[in-house]
């Protein structure tokens, strides 16, 4: 049947509110009909008063013109006023039933899911619900004629006779005379007044009558007037040789107006208008058209100005009012009521009263399109209506108002027109005599169409909830199109507003027995709800029940973890339950499953819900279709082939692991090892490399939840896998298949209380190399349902793109597995003798025990450690039994004791800062630097010495010391990583080993504390006072002290207390000891070789192109012993130097990457050395109280010694072939910026009492000038130091007297003491020469006239460096300085 297409919901209420006529024929022109398969000939009609051409001008009912381009006429056969019966719920429900009949009840355009289709978003509501459509044109033709209102009323009596009777006029009087002319002449709102149309009809089948057809139609022109029309039909009377397409296009015109106003009449295959040609079709089109034009809107027009005229003072205001009232209190019975009670009980007004004229004349200004004045008109009539309380009337005129406020193209607000509706409505349901649910109903359809027609969805929810709770059905449909409003939003589709209106629906549906819709509707909020939780909330990594069923869509999947869940299990309850009454147990089987997946649900349902759902399938089963799950569980063989997938319990497969070897300590995995320090890290496409050797156990932890309330049982859970042996395994084993690829453990029972998590651990034993692939988990639900669990990583978000990174993408999810290598190493690692606890400084030894359990030989084994100056690690040795590993331990030890230690020593070492925390422990070694080594850390003759491999089945023994380097607790990293080739050749670019990494606890406790402090020299200035304190902090605890080692390339410490017989220093519980020593320069010609170095380097680095590479050359270190106990170690043992080496370049790195984070740490070792040339590292050796318990060491590195030796930033000026354009890829602007950081570390670094030059005045005589006079001359020798290893100065040295007084404020320090008249006498200038570390004496003389302590402190030195270029950098420090005494100088004159 042909749907209904109305393009613009304007023009249905047009047709629903336009002029009708009533059709009366003689028994002739039915049989004419009869034989165009039209009952009567209004049918005959009906398809032409659809849209009549008018295209006329004609006035409105304040005389302005206006067109009036189309029309629309209904025609009936029969009026009369008739009491209605009120609806029933069941004749409602009966009604909207038949209109769902034929429909599609199961297309859901709008909803995918994704969400809402917006291309189906601008399709009207109407096709998403065509038995809305069919209702409510079904509707709107059922409606009656009533006394309030002349919509239903005929304007006009078309009387219609056949040119063939005797005496057509005749025929036509006599129709004058019918029962339904009298009864629109008296019960119509038209009254005597009513327009009569004659229509003379010559049917083609007489051919007899068509000489005298013209003359008949004269007389009946004469006869009735101009109102007359002459029609011929029923052309085609040679049937044969009709055209088949112009008949079925003939016949079509017909069918559409009938599917139009009868759309629950059935017509299947009926023909219409075979004896019709497309002449007579225009003719019939003319006729009524004339009809229009001619007869009705003139008429119409003409009652409008007559009705206008009489009723002018009505509408004119309160005239008329007033008289009425003043009738009504004052006077008597002069004049009879206006008013009657019609049949339904309800007041209505006399059609001859002016507010019956009033309807009348708005009514028919309606249905002329002159909607303005209508509305006005109808707003007069509205205040009549309510003053004489004719409820029905006047809930007419106000949804009249509200028509005509929305049937103008001006968008009001609601507060305008809503008002209107919602009392007519009121008024008709609970004013009136009866309610006029009908009517209401009506105005209900009528409203929502013009909301529709404005696109003020928005308002529509609000009116259609307006239908009555007992109109059953149509409450349901009215929810629905609630429901569509949500989504015809104009900013966005509400989701959740639609998912709860169609709730609403479904149990309406579900009421009135129409259990399709209701399917329907609770499909649509599964589709809704699961849309926008995709779009509002993080998807679950839990998959749907099944992606191909249900929905077609993955709603299970976002309403398992929502907050809808009541909502949820309600729809799949409905759904589950519907499914089984259809014996649709697929679908039921899959909605019972849905309900296994919230904690929201009350435990009483959720064990119901489980019941049902075991019970279902056991009584089921052998009815199932289980193809999805086969294709889920594609190679399952058996009865798991028969396993659903079930949301019960949750497996979360991110959370799942992969464990190689599970019995071994340790994390294990396949990790980058590279040079430079960096811990070894994932691969660079960031994928998980599972492997595993031949025969090695594999474990596979699942996070197993229950996400119900009810406690679950899962009976034999294991894994389903597959195995995809390698090629040359094939060809070993050839097709036995007898001995399986791998074997798998099952877990008996795994049981599940509500809401607990639980690790179920799956272990798998490979046999062969190959892959395997785990591709999911099977167990039986409650021993009952067996089930299967699909396992898949979801990929990761993607974010290379600028697309990507906009819209959130993701890469395919990848299944669980691993690949089974026969040359893949596995190397067990057993750490003994590893402490928790350690004081600070004190060393324990530790051992490493290495095991290969593979058949191949590990030609690769390295060694990272994340603190390297926490330990020191030994050379390993190859051991064969627990004899030879206690030797190997018993052998070595870190201190070594000596009775002849030397008191300064010199050592020549290697410079280079190196990274310490990797070490090779088998295959070649390495150094840091990724070249070949017999070096470890810059010390030659200290180097670790790997083994060659470690074959199968061997141990390898690596002593560990491990030392309390920081107070404090500490998580310690260690990673071992093993290859079968050798790789360590490729650790510059990064090389693939199976890596299996460890985590210690360490919790160091303090024992020393040790301070360093600096005091100048007062004899020379070019020595240092070192003084170290040193304080136990231990209780109850005695250390002590062995020997102090200072190590420095250019000073020697000396203590200033010596003996013969080195002297024991114990320090006891809570003690505090100072030891003093005096830092000598140790040669004068010092080159600074490690700073001249990283100046040459930072300007390399900064201005030019290329970057450094070179590394500095080896610098000689002085050893300064100093024994404090019976016997001294030796510091430059191997074992105890590199570990001290590597813990001072661990400690200079870390200092550099704080000091220039602007620097990579890459190019660290070609710019700054280990050692610097001025820098003191201190080591204090310690033990326990007897010599036989704990050692230890402390240390502290870089003592400054306050001496100025700021080269830094010397390198800041660009050299003289100037500074390159580019700084790598670099700006102008990030040099400058690297320029500034280091140059503000160098002043932050330096040190306010910093004096380049200094000056030292010593006594060296005194004598009388004459034995009878008292004058004294005191010699005095004056040195002038000079403490830049870079440059010579030019010196001028003024001594200055107290007579002096202009300068002597500035130039004398403040004192105290004794104070004698003393002046400088000789000379006072003095101009000198000092060389770089070098001084300059000369003699002066001081008179006396009283002997005693002087200060003669009091002189100016000016300074200027020797053949030193222009800095040319706003950085580089000043090479002229003026100088004057910072201390008091005291000389004591005395004979």
Known sequence: MPRPTLAQKRDFVAKAFCPRALVLSTPAIADACAVNNCSTFADLLAPFGQDVSTQITIQDGQGAPYFLDKLNIKFTTDFKIEKRSTHSRTEIDDL?????????????????????????????????????????????????????????HPVACVLVASGSEDDPVGALRTLQAHAAVNRVQTQGFSGANVLFYYVLVHDGRDPGVLQTIDHTFDQVRRAFGQNSSLLKINSNTDLIDADTSEQSKISSIWANTL????????????????????????????????????????????????????????????????????????????????????????????????????????????????????????????????????????????????????????????????????????????????????????????????????????????????????SGALRAMACEQAAYAFLKFPNRPELRKFSFYAMLAAQEYQRAGIASLAHRCLRMVRLSLGATLATDESESSEKPVNDKSLDGSGTSRALASSNWSSIDSYINHELGTQCMAAQDYDHALQYFMALMGSDQIPPKLQSKYLQELLQLYLESSDKLDLESEKELAAGLDGAQNKRVELSVPTIDARMTRVIMSPDLEG?????????????????????????????????????????????????????????????????????????????????????????????????ITTHCAGRLTIRGATYLLCDILPTYKTLKMPGKRLNDTMEQRVTPTYSADTQLGFQVDASFPRLEAVLEDFPDTLMSGSMQRALIRLTNRTQQSCQSIMLWLSHPSFFDVASPQLVDTDEASAELAESQSMYVYSDNV????????????????????????IASDGSAAGTECGVKSHALIPVETLG??????????????????????????????????????????????????????????????????????HERILGIEIENV???????????????????????????????????????????????????????????????????????????????????????????????????????????????????????????????????????????????????????????????????????????????????????????????????????????????????SAHRTERTLDVALRLTGVRRVSEADALCVADIEVSVYNHSWQHAYNATLRLISPSESDQASETKPESSGPQAAWTWCGVTTHTLSVDPLGSVCVQAQVACSALGIIDVGMWELSATAVNATAATSPYAKSLECKLHPLHPSFINVTI
Not at 261 to 274: C, N, R
Not at 442 to 449: D, L
Not at 700 to 713: A, E, Q, R, S
Not at 915 to 921: G, H, I, K, W, Y
């Open 902 to 925: 030397e008191a300064t020593s010199e050592v020549l070492a290697a410079n280079v800062l190196r990274d310490c925390s990797m070490f090779v422990l088998a295959g070649p070694a």
């Open 96 to 152: 909207v039933h038949t209109s769902v009949l034929d429909s599609d009840q199961t297309n859901v355009p709008f909803l995918t899911e994704h969400g809402v289709d917006p291309s189906a978003l601008s399709s009207d509501t109407s096709v998403w619900a065509p038995w809305y459509t069919l209702f409510r044109q079904q509707w709107m033709t059922t409606m009656q004629p009533s006394e309030h209102e002349s919509f239903m």
């Open 952 to 1021: 199968p089945g061997e141990s390898l023994l690596v002593p560990v010391w491990i030392r309390g380097d920081r107070v404090g607790a500490h998580t310690l990293s260690m990673a071992i990583g093993a290859s079968t080739t050798q790789s360590t050749r490729a650790l510059t670019t990064g090389c693939k080993m199976r890596t299996r990494k460890f985590e210690i606890d360490l919790v160091v406790t303090p024992s020393l504390r040790v301070n360093a402090f600096v005091r100048p020299s007062v004899q020379n200035p």
């Open 1034 to 1244: 231990q209780s109850g605890l005695d250390i002590q002290l062995v020997q102090s080692t200072f190590t420095s390339g250019h000073y020697e410490l000396l203590p200033l207390r010596t003996g013969t017989t080195p002297r024991v220093v114990q320090i006891g519980s809570k003690q505090t000891v100072n030891l003093m020593y005096k830092a000598r320069p140790r040669a004068r010609d010092v080159q600074a070789q490690p700073e001249q170095f990283t100046i040459s380097a930072l300007q390399q680095y900064i201005f030019a192109k290329d970057k450094p590479t070179a590394v500095p050359a080896p610098i000689r270190l002085v050893h300064s012993n100093a024994v404090l106990g019976h016997q001294g170690i030796d510091s430059t043992h191997s074992s105890l130097q590199a570990y001290i080496a590597r813990s001072q370049a661990h400690r200079r790195r870390t200092m550099l990457r704080n000091a220039y984070p602007l620097i990579p740490e890459k190019f660290h070792s070609a710019l700054f050395p280990l050692y610097e040339t001025f820098g003191i590292d201190f080591v204090l050796f310690w033990s326990e109280t007897g010599g036989k318990g704990r050692m230890g060491h402390h240390s502290i590195t870089g003592i400054d010694l306050g001496v100025p030796h700021d080269y830094i930033n010397e390198a800041l000026t660009p050299p003289a072939s100037g500074a390159a354009r580019m700084w790598l890829k670099d700006t102008e602007h990030d040099r400058q910026e690297l320029i500034q950081s280091i140059a503000n570390r160098s002043a932050a």
């Open 259 to 470: 599917s139009t106003t009868q759309p629950l009449d059935p017509h299947p295959d009926s023909v219409f208008g075979s004896m019709l040609n497309m002449r007579d079709v225009t003719a019939l089109r003319d006729t009524v058209k004339q009809m229009m034009v001619r007869g009705i809107v003139p008429h119409m027009q003409y009652m409008i100005r007559v009705l206008s005229d009489q009723t002018a003072n009505q509408r004119r205001g309160i005239t008329g009012r007033l008289f009425s009232a003043g009738r009504r209190y004052f006077g008597t019975a002069a004049k009879a009521s206006n008013t009657l009670t019609g049949v339904d009980g309800d007041t209505y007004f006399r059609y001859d009263s002016a507010e019956a004229q009033m309807r009348k004349l708005a009514d028919y200004s309606f249905m002329l399109k002159d909607f303005r004045f209508a509305q006005s008109v109808y707003q007069v009539a509205r205040r009549d209506f309510q003053s004489e309380k004719a409820w029905k009337c006047y809930a007419g005129a106000q949804e009249m108002v509200g028509v005509c406020k929305l049937m103008l193209e001006v968008h009001a607000t609601r507060a305008e027109f809503d008002s209107n509706f919602e009392d007519a409505v009121t008024m008709y349901l609970h004013k009136t005599h009866a309610p006029c649910q009908h009517l209401a109903i009506r105005c209900i359809i009528i409203y929502y169409e013009l909301l529709k027609h404005h696109k003020l969805y928005s308002f529509a929810p609000t009116t259609l909830l307006r239908v009555p709770n007992s």
């Open 667 to 763: 994390e294990d995995g396949v990790l980058e090892w590279r040079n430079g320090g960096p811990a070894p890290s994932a691969l660079v496409n960031g994928s998980a490399d599972h492997r595993c050797s031949v025969g090695e156990s594999v474990a596979v932890l699942l996070v197993v939840k229950n996400p119900l309330t009810i406690g679950i049982t899962l009976n034999g859970f294991t894994l389903d896998c597959h195995f995809d042996a390698a090629l040359d395994a094939k060809a070993t084993n050839g097709d036995e298949s007898e001995s399986p690829a791998f074997a798998i453990t099952t877990v008996d029972t795994v049981v599940l209380e509500g809401g607990q998590t639980s690790m179920v651990t799956v272990t």
